[in-house]
């Protein structure tokens, strides 16, 4: 006795044949006698009467197959579920892509058989406005009541999510999810172009990330020039009228300099002209100039301890936002003109506070060396960016 019935085509979602274990094909051979579990046989084993402990080749058996209509003559079971599978992984609408997974049918024929079977089907329609009706009852037995104050933390929630995703954006457009890359380019620039880098990005959420980065290489690009125009105006100055005469011109230059730090140097260590080990520190300072190394040797004073000389701000960032006594006491202090302004901002701010500033109220705002903190302080009441309390 036999009858007809279905299963899934994919091999994987049926155990193997019960008699040779290979994964089952359709059409194959389920035993309607025994089980649970269920026991399926390939058409080979089957043929040729395969028994196994309870199951007999008598027993009654059901064909599984879905090469059988369902909906449409015209298309089988296993078409039917294709299909679905299909408009799940593809999308609805995509029916070229749809045929083309399904291999067996064309795009119009997809997409018609799907709208008329599935879409305008009434029996269809009707079964999901029942589901709908089901889940809105059900909704709404367990649903809260929200209150003013639940739509205000709601709509904080929203716009909070709708920021990040601004900011998401804006980072993915301009690069800077690779922090360290980001600031590695900007390096490449001069420093004048740097700090107007740094000040322009700011705007950079108001124009695009090419506009913005045309625009940094404009200033450039014009700080570029302002720089050989400059430097054509020194040699203009200086009667030049050719670039062999400037080439010249830069060589000596260079020469000047080098000559003028070296009597420099030695105008510093005549103080120290009775200490032998003072004399023999600086020729050796010396030596590292003439050879291309950078001077590290500090002077020592009479009392043997070291004494660190001035620090030079050459290239140092902010160096240009300093006036020239500010610039000495960087000097003499030994720190960097970055942290002196922010030092100095730091302290005008407390002083406007508070209607003046103590000492020791500088040394809570700046942990550093509180001798340091303490020429700084007496610095800006000197100069009157701060008054004392």
């Known amino acids: 006795m036999d009858r007809l019935g279905s299963f899934s085509s994919d091999p994987s979602d049926k155990p193997p044949c019960r008699g040779c274990s290979s994964y089952l094909m359709e059409p194959y051979i389920k035993c309607a006698e025994c089980g649970p579990p ?197 040699y203009r100055t200086a009667g030049i009228t050719n670039f062999c005469s400037a080439r010249t011109y830069d060589h000596l230059k260079k020469t000047r300099e080098e000559e003028r730090l070296k009597r420099t140097m030695l105008s510093e260590v005549l103080q120290y002209i009775q200490d032998s080990s003072a004399c023999q520190q600086w020729l050796r300072r010396q030596a590292d100039i003439d050879s291309g190394l950078s001077p590290s040797v500090s002077m020592a004073s009479n009392s043997g301890r070291r004494s660190a000389p001035p620090l030079n701000l050459t290239g140092l960032p902010g160096t240009e936002k300093l006036n020239e006594k500010e610039k000495e006491l960087c000097q003499m202090v030994r720190l960097v003109p970055g942290a002196y302004l922010e030092y100095k901002s730091a302290l005008l701010n407390e002083c406007n506070k508070q209607g003046g500033l103590r000492l020791a109220q500088a040394r809570a705002l700046i942990k550093i060396d509180v001798n340091k903190t303490r020429k700084i302080y007496d610095f800006l009441i000197r100069e009157g960016y701060i008054t004392k309390a």
């Not at 045309?214 to 720089?227: G, N, Q, V, Y």
Request: overall charge neutral.
């Open 38 to 234: 269920p026991f399926f046989l390939c058409l080979q084993c089957f043929t040729r009467g395969f028994e196994y402990k309870k199951h007999q080749n008598d027993h009654t058996y059901e064909i599984m197959t879905s090469d059988f209509p369902v909906l449409d003559p015209s298309w089988t079971a296993q078409e039917e579920m294709a299909l679905l599978e299909a408009v799940m992984d593809c999308g609805f609408g995509n029916w070229q892509d749809v045929a083309n997974q399904m291999c067996t049918k064309t795009k119009e024929e997809c997409e018609k058989h799907y709208m008329k079977h599935f879409i305008n089907n009434p029996l269809f329609a009707s079964t999901l406005l029942n589901l709908k009706q089901a889940e809105e009852a059900k909704a709404a037995d367990t649903a809260i009541p929200f209150h003013s104050l639940k739509m205000a933390v709601v709509d904080i929630y929203h716009s909070r999510l709708k920021e990040r995703q601004r900011r998401k954006k804006i980072i993915r457009d301009h690069g800077l999810i690779n922090l360290r890359k980001f600031q590695l380019m900007e390096r490449r620039y001069p420093k004048e172009v740097q700090d107007l880098y740094e000040t322009m990005r700011r705007f950079a959420r108001i124009v695009g990330p090419v506009e913005h980065d045309k625009f940094i290489e404009s200033h450039a690009l014009e700080f570029e020039l302002r720089k050989e125009i400059k430097r054509l105006q020194e």
